[in-house]
């Protein structure tokens, strides 16, 4: 028997995704704009504050010059966003903190010495004679529009570093549900295989004819095994087809022994209802294994798909031995069955299609699962 796969899990596939980094922040067109408005209102705040003070000067003038200190103050940015934001992306915060602590006060000083000298170039020593005498109060205000944009800077980093983190979340939930479901498919195909050439290989040398017979109908199940393989959806209808197909070639393997039958009481509209592919087939051969093989006298497997209400009821039963001789829900022993088909009904369907067994009355044992009539898959 070919090995079992286990699925995969999100350490495993981040791995292989090799995920990488964000990429360094870069300048863009959209980010000037957005940096060019918020100096702009910046000036046009502080010329307000600044023409409401008692025997405040002209606005026009104080506007320019405002203007002018957010252009120095923004020219002065780009390199120490350049160090802190872009070179610093990837280093630990307090790194970034530590830097931000030294270049902080000399950006608030050389911005400020170097509007006040432009101040003075145009209107002499004495134009800049107010400023001079709150020097501190300013360079403080300076100070403060430094750990403010730069806050800013950081907050939006972050903000994109948490959105490439839950795409990256969300990409690797998906690729291990397809991988999971993969997984599932691979257990469950090989072990049909497994049964169904063994039963041909008991038949072989006492009765040819039967034995090529069974081959016959043995390569149209794996032709639909194959194909449906390269499918997530086959619709009921095949299903059931194939569990047909499949009871018929497993009669010959039981003889008298098995007594199958298939009922189908449904729309024909019900049965173009999207599955998972090889549904059926695991409980079909859960039913043989644990229920009519251990018995001697056989028994009876019955396949009912009905319709209720708005879901179509599928159930597997069978009057063998029943769960007390063994456990067909754990399967432990091959990895498969069950288990594993329940999880491909929950992860195509949700949590409702998931398999429910009983005790058949008064032997056997019963599986079944529901699944809503006109709903979408993929929940």
């Known amino acids: 028997m070919a090995a079992m796969s286990s699925a995969p899990d999100i350490d495993t596939l981040s791995g292989d995704l090799n995920i990488q980094p964000p990429a360094k922040p870069s300048i863009t067109w959209a980010g000037i704009g957005l940096a060019a408005a918020g100096w702009a209102l910046y000036a046009l705040l502080y010329t307000f504050f600044i023409v409401r003070q008692p025997s405040g000067p002209p606005f026009v003038p104080v506007f320019l010059g405002q203007l002018l200190n957010s252009l120095t103050l923004a020219v002065y940015s780009l390199p120490v966003w350049w160090i802190t934001v872009r070179q610093m992306d990837q280093w630990h915060w307090g790194w970034t903190l530590a830097a931000h602590l030294l270049i902080g006060p000399l950006y608030s000083w050389v911005g400020l010495e170097s509007y006040l000298a432009f101040i003075r170039q145009i209107g002499g020593p004495g134009a800049a004679a107010e400023m001079t005498a709150n020097y501190q109060w300013i360079l403080f205000g300076t100070l403060t529009i430094y750990a403010i944009q730069f806050a800013l800077y950081h907050l939006v980093r972050n903000v994109q570093r948490l959105r490439q983190k839950e795409q990256q979340a969300t990409e690797l939930l998906a690729m291990a549900r397809e991988q999971q479901l993969a997984a599932l498919k691979a257990q469950i195909n090989p072990h049909f295989l497994f049964n169904t050439l063994n039963s041909i290989s008991a038949t072989l040398k006492r009765d040819p004819e039967q034995a090529r017979e069974m081959i016959a109908k043995l390569s149209r199940l794996l032709r639909y095994a194959?194909?449906?393989?390269?499918?997530?959806?086959?619709?009921?209808?095949?299903?059931?087809?194939?569990?047909?197909?499949?009871?018929?070639?497993?009669?010959?393997?039981?003889?008298?022994?098995?007594?199958?039958?298939?009922?189908?009481?449904?729309?024909?509209?019900?049965?173009?209802?999207?599955?998972?592919?090889?549904?059926?087939?695991?409980?079909?051969?859960?039913?043989?294994?644990?229920?009519?093989?251990?018995?001697?006298?056989?028994?009876?497997?019955?396949?009912?798909?009905?319709?209720?209400?708005?879901?179509?009821?599928?159930?597997?039963?069978?009057?063998?031995?029943?769960?007390?001789?063994?456990?067909?829900?754990?399967?432990?022993?091959?990895?498969?069955?069950?288990?594993?088909?329940?999880?491909?009904?929950?992860?195509?369907?949700?949590?409702?299609?998931?398999?429910?067994?009983?005790?058949?009355?008064?032997?056997?044992?019963?599986?079944?699962?529901?699944?809503?009539?006109?709903?979408?898959?993929?929940?």
């Open 226 to 379: 194959l194909d449906s393989a390269q499918r997530d959806q086959v619709s009921l209808g095949e299903e059931i087809d194939f569990a047909r197909r499949y009871l018929d070639l497993e009669r010959h393997r039981f003889s008298d022994r098995l007594d199958a039958q298939v009922q189908v009481d449904v729309p024909e509209d019900a049965l173009d209802r999207p599955v998972p592919p090889m549904i059926l087939q695991p409980l079909v051969e859960n039913a043989l294994r644990h229920g009519i093989a251990p018995s001697e006298d056989g028994g009876t497997v019955r396949v009912h798909v009905t319709t209720r209400e708005n879901q179509i009821n599928v159930r597997v039963e069978d009057t063998g031995m029943g769960p007390d001789t063994d456990a067909p829900l754990s399967d432990a022993n091959d990895g498969v069955g069950l288990t594993n088909t329940s999880a491909r009904l929950q992860r195509t369907f949700g949590p409702d299609a998931a398999l429910h067994t009983a005790v058949n009355d008064p032997s056997g044992f019963i599986v079944e699962f529901s699944l809503p009539k006109n709903g979408t898959p993929g929940a």
